[in-house]
C-alpha cells in the first residue's frame, strides 16, 4: 500500500529555473493539499483541491501553480524558482474534511533548494 | 489567516516523564483538532485527534485534554520513551460551513527529545 508518494524527493535548482513536483495517491481519495515546511514555520498551505480539475489558494500561493487532471495526481509547479522557495514540500490527501475521516495522510516529502 | 499557537517550540523529557504541548486558538469556528506526529526525514502522521463536544480522549500514552472556554487543548504523552522523540504539530480545521473549510491550520510544532 503506497499511500501517498511524491517525486522527486530531492532536487536542486538555479534562480528562474522550473520544475513541476508530483504528487501521486492510491486511496481514492477526493482532496489533495500541497504544504510547505519551513524551520520555526510549520506547515503552510500552498494550494489545495476538492475534487478532479479543481484547485484554490492556500495561505502562501504565490509563486506556485498546480493541476489536478486526475484524481490521483496532483502536481505542484514552480515557474520561475526563487531563494525563498528553498523548503521542504509535503504532499497530503485526505477522504474527506468531515466526518470521522478527516485524516490527512502526508507524503515522505521533497527538499528542494534554489540557489 | 487563522492562528494555532504552540508552546514550547522545544521540549526535553527524561524517559519516563510525562511531556506536555499546548496550543491555543483563535476562531470558536474550528471544529476538529489533530495532533500530528513527524520524524526525521519523514512526512507528518496523524497522531491522535478530538471534537470541541469532548474534554478528554486517550488512545495508549497519548492524551489530548480540550478545554473549550479557554480555546486551548494540549497533548499529554505518558511515560515518555525515546522512540516519541519527534517533532510534534497541533492543527486545527474549520467547520463544514465555514470559509476555507478544507484547510488545516498547524502550529509551528514542538520538537520533543526524551532522553534515557
Known amino acids: 500500500n503506497a499511500g501517498v508518494t511524491q517525486t522527486p524527493k530531492f532536487r536542486v535548482l538555479k534562480t528562474g529555473q522550473s520544475m513541476t513536483l508530483l504528487c501521486a495517491q492510491d486511496m481514492n481519495h477526493e482532496y489533495m493539499y500541497w504544504y510547505r515546511q519551513d524551520p520555526g514555520m510549520g506547515l503552510r498551505l500552498i494550494h489545495y483541491?476538492?475534487?478532479?480539475?479543481?484547485?484554490a489558494k492556500g495561505e502562501v500561493p504565490d509563486g506556485y501553480n498546480v493541476s489536478r487532471l486526475k484524481k490521483q495526481n496532483f502536481l505542484l509547479g514552480l515557474e520561475s524558482a526563487a531563494p525563498s522557495q528553498t523548503s521542504v514540500y509535503f504532499c497530503?490527501?485526505?477522504?474527506?474534511?468531515?466526518?470521522?475521516?478527516?485524516?490527512?495522510?502526508f507524503g515522505q516529502g521533497t527538499r528542494l533548494t534554489v540557489v | 489567516q487563522q492562528q494555532v499557537k504552540q508552546s514550547p517550540q522545544s521540549l526535553i523529557v527524561q524517559k519516563g516523564g510525562i511531556s506536555i504541548i499546548n496550543c491555543a486558538y483563535e476562531?470558536?469556528?474550528?471544529?476538529?483538532f489533530p495532533w500530528y506526529q513527524q520524524f526525521p526525514g519523514k512526512g507528518p502522521a496523524l497522531l491522535i485527534a478530538?471534537?470541541?463536544?469532548?474534554s478528554e480522549k486517550k488512545e495508549g500514552r497519548f492524551t489530548i485534554s480540550f478545554n473549550k472556554s479557554a480555546k486551548q487543548f494540549s497533548l499529554h504523552i505518558m511515560d515518555s520513551q525515546p522512540g516519541d522523540s519527534a517533532t510534534y504539530f497541533c492543527a486545527a480545521k474549520l467547520g463544514l460551513s465555514g470559509a476555507g473549510s478544507y484547510q488545516l491550520t498547524f502550529g509551528k510544532g514542538t520538537k520533543l527529545s526524551v532522553i534515557p
Open positions: 478530538i471534537r470541541p463536544d469532548v
Open positions: 483541491s476538492v475534487g478532479e480539475g479543481t484547485t
Open positions: 476562531n470558536t469556528a474550528f471544529d476538529y
Open positions: 497530503a490527501s485526505s477522504y474527506s474534511t468531515g466526518g470521522l475521516n478527516t485524516e490527512a495522510f
